[in-house]
């Protein structure tokens, strides 16, 4: 079972095609390794997917529904959730604040409910806060609830960023080089939140540059090379593979 389908997906600079008709299924559940030199279309693609960018031609279906040519906050209300390479927390707010606001559609945003729904804002504001705390807690974060996010290393933001997304409620996360500037100690953390997310029924795909985190964690891989797709398969196999290797690894 595919929980996402690219068909002939195309995105051109200028002269040049950072991705190359591209076709890919993604499996429902699971983690997938989107793996490649820099300048290989993968951030590209995740910018496709979640409608930063518009295709020049191809689709995309996530859930058997076209999602190309919606806009990004269309494509986020449909279950897709991205973790950007800079985070992107709200550093001046508490870590359980930064997960309240991932909540969406709640009723006290609603002037009317506010007013006339007091009893039903009221414990919906207590079911988000319980829910807020067990995604703290569940990325490893205890204890730093009140805590500014500025005040988290790079790591524990970037739990902080994954707890926002599953508070969110995505069945979809897209997570770019989840890994980048953070310390081994908190990598092998990291590590272990993705295989608990995956195991929960919530699919990932993440880009990542480093192969021991992909041997590791992923349970498929995608290799990407000038905007093409050259390699799928199991990690051990895509890199023992002599293309893969000279077009990567350089030997």
């Known amino acids: 079972m595919y929980i996402m389908k690219l068909h ?25 390794g989107l793996i490649g030199p820099n300048g290989a279309g993968k951030t590209t693609l995740f910018n496709l997917i979640s409608g930063l960018l518009k295709l020049d031609c191809g689709e995309i279906y996530f859930d058997n529904i076209r999602v190309d040519g919606l806009t990004p906050w269309e494509i986020a209300k449909l279950g897709i959730g991205r973790l950007f390479q800079d985070v992107r927390v709200f550093k001046k707010l508490s870590v359980l604040d930064n997960v309240l606001l991932a909540k969406l559609q709640h009723p ?10 007091t009893r039903r804002v009221t414990n ?17 974060l205890s204890g730093k609830e009140n805590s500014p996010a500025e005040s988290l290393s790079f790591g524990q933001q970037k739990l902080l960023a994954i707890a926002r997304l599953l ?19 908190m990598i092998k953390s990291l590590l272990e939140l993705m295989k608990k997310i995956a ?41 023992g593979n002599d293309e893969v290797r000279k077009a990567y690894l350089g030997v």
């Open 8 to 32: 002939n997906v195309t995105r051109a600079f200028g002269g040049l095609r950072a991705v190359d008709e591209v076709s890919i299924e993604f499996s429902s559940g699971g983690i997938t």
């Open 124 to 140: 919906a504001e207590k079911e988000n806060l319980g829910e807020a705390h067990k995604w703290v807690k569940f990325v490893g």
């Open 199 to 239: 195991d929960a029924g919530r699919t990932i795909i993440f880009i990542e540059h480093n192969m021991t985190v992909v041997l590791e964690i992923a349970n498929w891989v995608f290799f990407l090379n000038e905007g093409r797709v050259i390699s799928f398969g199991r990690p051990d196999d895509v890199l």
């Open 108 to 117: 006290g945003e609603s002037p009317l409910s506010v007013l006339f729904s």
């Open 167 to 185: 508070a969110g409620g995505y069945k979809l996360l897209l997570l770019d080089e989840p890994s980048a500037g953070v310390n081994p100690a």
